[in-house]
């Protein structure tokens, strides 16, 4: 018997994946409360595989809805982009909260840690190095993505693919730069509020770009796949988005943080 639809909105189907995943999610938050008290960290991996192999199995149904079975009409497109802009200034809200916590500590700094900005005893990054070699790929990384995205407008499957590949190969190098940087680091998260609001920022940042790198990554893959077209790109376009918004962050975090603040 056959379905039809007389709406043109995606009604899902029953799927296991959000089950799994909050099982999985589950298992490896227990796992790293294991591993901390315990230094065993055989739930935290099998954690890890269940959240990998149901992010993989959702992403491949949702490729599927989008692309195969013609799931994501105009009005479904609509609707996935207010969702994408929505979380997206969450996110904004999310790292609102990080700076506030530094520019509150370093504009009037307390007597708790001399009454000066960084602390006494901190040791700052210089500006001029790493940081600066960070900005510059991630605002080259910047130019990239917004060549994919013009070139997919275009119908270049090539460039798209250049483009694509580029971004990736930046975001990859900006985060063995930061974890570089977090090796030779002269101070601790522990190291006073400096530490804290400097390590809980460029962190979550640092998780960003690799969460972004993924994103993209899948969208490459999808693309050589011949799963995008000019008219009908959102996957790329909301990962694009989120690209844009770690490139910004990251400027604010540069301009306050490492050059302001040092």
């Not at 985060?175 to 998260?189: G, N, R, S, W």
């Not at 969460?211 to 995008?228: D, E, P, V």
């Not at 000019?230 to 306050?256: C, K, M, P, R, T």
Request: with cysteine; glycine share 6%.
């Amino acid at each position: 018997m056959k379905n039809h639809f007389n709406h043109p909105y995606h009604l899902v189907d029953y799927s296991p994946w959000p089950l799994t995943g909050a099982i999985g999610v589950l298992t490896l938050v227990t796992g790293m409360v294991k591993w901390f008290h315990n230094f065993n960290m055989n739930l935290l991996i099998l954690g890890y595989i269940i959240v990998i192999l149901t992010m993989y199995q959702w992403w491949r149904d949702i490729c599927r809805e989008g692309t195969l079975q013609g799931k994501h009409t105009i009005l479904v497109t609509k609707g996935l982009r207010w969702g994408m802009i929505l979380f997206i200034i969450s996110e904004i809200f999310f790292f609102l909260s990080f700076f506030w916590a530094f520019f509150h500590s370093s504009l009037s700094p307390n007597i708790e840690i001399g009454t000066m900005w960084p602390p006494f005893s901190i040791t700052p990054f210089n500006p001029f190095q790493i940081p600066l070699l960070n900005t510059i790929i991630l605002i080259s990384s910047g130019i990239t993505v917004t060549w994919a995205h013009h070139a997919i407008m275009e119908n270049n499957h090539t460039q798209m693919t250049q483009g694509l590949f580029f971004t990736i190969i930046l975001g990859i190098y900006f985060t063995i730069l930061q974890a570089y940087e977090y090796l030779e680091a002269p101070f601790t998260i522990a190291d006073s509020i400096y530490g804290s609001t400097f390590f809980m920022a460029t962190g979550f940042h640092g998780l960003h770009v690799m969460i972004g790198t993924m994103f993209l990554l899948i969208c490459l893959i999808r693309h050589i796949s011949f799963h995008f077209s000019n008219n009908h790109h959102f996957g790329f376009e909301a990962a694009a988005w989120y690209w844009h918004f770690v490139d910004v962050v990251w400027l604010f975090l540069y301009i306050s943080i490492y050059w302001w603040g040092n």
